[in-house]
């Protein structure tokens, strides 16, 4: 009998090899129009990156996967603090360590949600590397040529004045600016968290697809093609174009309320403005319309609410907070962040339809 079990170990490891090895292929399979966006956005990245000279910059990748750890590793470690908490205090596990480690096996142990996590990240890893490439040929492609006509057209969209001036009672406001600009670099962590929720879920479902495909093609659509097609610089950097003074007293708040509290968006945009000009090797990824920081948070929200109505409420007022955010910190005039929402909603919903008919085998 010990022999027969014995015998059975490596018969049995090689079983689940084996079906770990079929569930990665019919996710692969799942998400091979994914993994078709991402290539497509890669071998254009690089095509971009030899008439540029801006060829695709790996660093970004690794320092990418460096912040999708860095996620998973806090969001693993509250997650699992507040199983445990649950077990131990509202169950009364007897015990509540032994069945906690039970379940986190478990969790790990899914071949399914393992192979969903390794081609989820795979494509959006992939791609997110050549938004770096894309971004920072906009400029270079398309000088910026739009800025007088947006602020233009913000101007009559909002009654004759422009929308920084409807919240001067924010911009006067320095402990208000900084908490603006905490929420507008928070942005950031919260498409990271995103991402990395919508790739490791355990069911590939549909509306995980409508996600991750809106979020590509949001990238693809808005932050290449439609900037390049509308360049512009946004309003802090208006008066560096040689355009005027009419964002002068936007920008001399946001100076006086940096002496008050760091307002982190000013040596962003001295830096991103330095890279443009050429006086340091850095990033030259100047782009305002349509603003990404909005469409991305309207995609947040738009996921949100169709996994948790809180979740969604939550997410909605992020999403008018970056809106708010985008103004008030000079970097983009309303109507951008007027596109970008409404681009986000129609690619979602183009996505939606999309999967309703043509959905991959499989996805549920």
């Given at each position: 009998?010990?022999?027969?079990?014995?015998?059975?170990?490596?018969?049995?490891?090689?079983?689940?090899?084996?079906?770990?090895?079929?569930?990665?292929?019919?996710?692969?399979?799942?998400?091979?129009?994914?993994?078709?966006?991402?290539?497509?956005?890669?071998?254009?990245?690089?095509?971009?990156?030899?008439?540029?000279?801006?060829?695709p910059?790996f660093?970004?990748?690794?320092?990418?996967?460096?912040?999708l750890?860095i996620?998973?590793?806090?969001?693993?470690?509250?997650?699992?603090?507040?199983?445990?908490?649950?077990?131990?205090?509202?169950?009364?596990?007897?015990?509540p360590?032994?069945?906690?480690?039970?379940?986190?096996?478990?969790?790990?142990?899914?071949?399914?949600?393992?192979?969903?996590?390794?081609?989820?990240?795979?494509?959006?890893?992939?791609?997110?590397?050549?938004?770096?490439?894309?971004?920072?040929?906009?400029?270079?492609?398309?000088?910026?040529?739009w800025?007088?006509?947006?602020?233009?057209?913000?101007?009559?969209?909002?009654?004759?004045?422009?929308?920084?001036?409807?919240?001067?009672?924010?911009?006067?406001?320095?402990l208000?600016?900084?908490?603006?600009?905490?929420?507008?670099?928070?942005?950031?962590?919260?498409?990271?968290?995103?991402?990395?929720?919508?790739?490791?879920?355990?069911?590939?479902?549909?509306?995980?697809?409508q996600?991750l495909?809106?979020?590509?093609?949001?990238?693809t659509?808005?932050?290449?093609?439609?900037?390049?097609?509308?360049?512009?610089?946004?309003?802090?950097?208006?008066?560096?174009?040689?355009?005027?003074?009419?964002f002068?007293?936007?920008?001399?708040?946001?100076?006086?309320?940096?002496?008050?509290?760091?307002?982190?968006?000013l040596?962003?945009?001295?830096?991103?403005?330095?890279?443009?000009?050429?006086?340091?090797?850095?990033?030259?990824?100047?782009?305002?319309?349509?603003?990404?920081?909005?469409?991305?948070?309207?995609?947040?929200a738009?996921?949100?609410?169709?996994?948790?109505?809180?979740?969604?409420?939550?997410?909605?007022?992020?999403?008018?907070?970056?809106?708010i955010?985008?103004?008030?910190?000079?970097w983009?005039?309303?109507?951008?962040?007027?596109?970008?929402?409404?681009?986000?909603?129609?690619?979602?919903?183009?996505?939606?339809?999309?999967?309703?008919?043509?959905?991959?085998?499989?996805?549920?």
């Open positions: 009998m010990e022999n027969s079990a014995a015998a059975s170990t490596p018969l049995a490891r090689t079983a689940v090899g084996r079906a770990f090895l079929i569930s990665l292929a019919d996710a692969f399979r799942r998400h091979r129009l994914l993994h078709a966006m991402a290539v497509g956005a890669l071998i254009l990245a690089t095509v971009i990156g030899m008439r540029t000279g801006n060829m910059d660093g970004v990748l690794t320092e990418y996967i460096q912040y750890f996620a998973f590793w806090i969001c693993g470690c509250v997650f699992a603090l507040g199983i445990f908490l649950h077990l131990a205090l509202v169950k009364r596990d007897t015990e360590l032994g069945t906690f480690l039970k379940s986190l096996g478990g969790f790990f142990g899914d071949a399914e949600r393992t192979a969903n996590s390794l081609n989820g990240l795979a494509a959006s890893i992939a791609f997110m590397s050549a938004v770096g490439v894309l971004k920072g040929a906009i400029a270079i492609l398309s000088p910026f040529a800025d007088k006509a947006l602020a233009h057209a913000d101007r009559i969209l909002h009654f004759g004045r422009a929308p920084d001036e409807w919240l001067w009672f924010v911009v006067q406001s320095p208000a600016l900084r908490m603006f600009n905490i929420a507008y670099n928070f942005w950031f962590i919260v498409l990271i968290a995103t991402v990395f929720t919508a790739c490791i879920t355990r069911n590939d479902t549909k509306l995980r697809h996600f495909m809106s979020f590509m093609l949001i990238w659509l808005g932050g290449f093609f439609l900037a390049m097609g509308l360049s512009s610089a946004g309003p802090c950097f208006y008066e560096r174009l040689g355009l005027g003074g009419d002068r007293p936007l920008m001399q708040a946001l100076a006086a309320a940096d002496r008050i509290y760091p307002i982190w968006a040596s962003t945009q001295d830096m991103l403005w330095s890279g443009y000009t050429g006086a340091t090797d850095g990033s030259i990824g100047i782009s305002a319309f349509p603003s990404m920081h909005v469409a991305m948070a309207v995609l947040f738009l996921y949100a609410t169709r996994r948790s109505r809180p979740a969604g409420i939550l997410m909605w007022a992020f999403a008018g907070i970056i809106m955010g985008s103004v008030v910190l000079g983009h005039y309303a109507i951008d962040g007027y596109a970008g929402a409404l681009l986000s909603i129609a690619i979602w919903k183009a996505c939606g339809y999309f999967l309703t008919r043509f959905a991959p085998d499989g996805v549920a």
